[in-house]
């Protein structure tokens, strides 16, 4: 595997712009948009990290340099196998499923990036091995830190889990 393999940068405190008064979340062309306020009480906002980013680049989001590397971002097993569940990451049902993944399948980054989500819904259902799936994809919830708030990164929201409860009853 070619690349960096990172956890979500967007989890820091200070990842974007924003006032945390307000509940305020900007990305920081919105900040630049907004000439520095923040839009709820017009004050300025604390200025994150991407701001600094963005001052830096020479070409726009999303493009790619033509040497550019991949680079994959994940989320530690437990995170998953508790968003699946609905539960805490330290909590001891999930501390079973990931003592026993590892048992069966093999070490976490091996599980994160190359095991087979067939063998991962075998072993620990589909639910998991659908958060396994969104993880590698990037088909995640992302909520950026600002002003001294923590990011958070979300799998599966509350609605997804309830269907998914209801198809393994029916069964």
Same mark, same amino acid.
């Not at 097993?77 to 590892?102: F, R, T, W």
């Given at each position: 595997?070619?690349g960096?393999?990172?956890?979500?940068?967007?989890?820091?405190?200070? +990842?974007?712009?924003? +006032?945390?008064?307000? +509940?305020?979340?900007?990305? &920081?062309?919105?900040?630049?948009?907004?000439?520095?306020?923040?839009?709820?009480?017009k004050?300025?906002?604390?200025?994150?990290?991407?701001?600094?980013?963005?001052?830096?680049?020479?070409?726009? #989001?999303?493009?790619?340099? &033509?040497?550019s590397r991949?680079?994959?971002?994940?989320? &530690?097993? &437990?995170?998953?196998?508790?968003?699946?569940?609905?539960?805490?990451?330290?909590?001891?049902?999930?501390?079973?499923?990931?003592?026993?993944?590892?048992?069966?399948?093999?070490?976490?980054?091996?599980i994160?990036?190359?095991?087979?989500?067939?063998?991962?819904?075998?072993?620990?259902?589909?639910?998991?091995?659908?958060?396994i799936?969104?993880?590698?994809s990037?088909?995640?919830?992302?909520?950026?830190?600002y002003?001294?708030?923590?990011?958070?990164?979300?799998?599966?929201?509350?609605? #997804?889990?309830?269907?998914?409860?209801?198809?393994?009853?029916?069964?």
């Open positions: 595997m070619i960096t393999v990172e956890f979500f940068p967007e989890e820091g405190k200070y +990842h974007y712009d924003g +006032h945390r008064d307000c +509940h305020a979340r900007l990305h &920081p062309q919105e900040t630049i948009k907004n000439k520095g306020l923040c839009p709820v009480c004050k300025l906002v604390t200025v994150g990290v991407m701001a600094r980013v963005e001052e830096l680049a020479d070409h726009p #989001e999303g493009r790619k340099a &033509p040497r991949p680079y994959y971002s994940l989320i &530690p097993l &437990p995170e998953i196998i508790a968003d699946a569940k609905g539960v805490g990451a330290n909590s001891k049902s999930v501390e079973d499923i990931y003592k026993s993944m590892l048992e069966n399948l093999g070490n976490e980054l091996f994160l990036r190359e095991a087979s989500l067939k063998d991962i819904e075998k072993k620990t259902g589909s639910l998991i091995a659908e958060g799936k969104r993880v590698r990037g088909k995640v919830h992302i909520a950026a830190g002003d001294g708030e923590f990011g958070a990164i979300k799998i599966f929201d509350e609605q #997804e889990r309830e269907i998914s409860k209801e198809q393994l009853s029916f069964f």
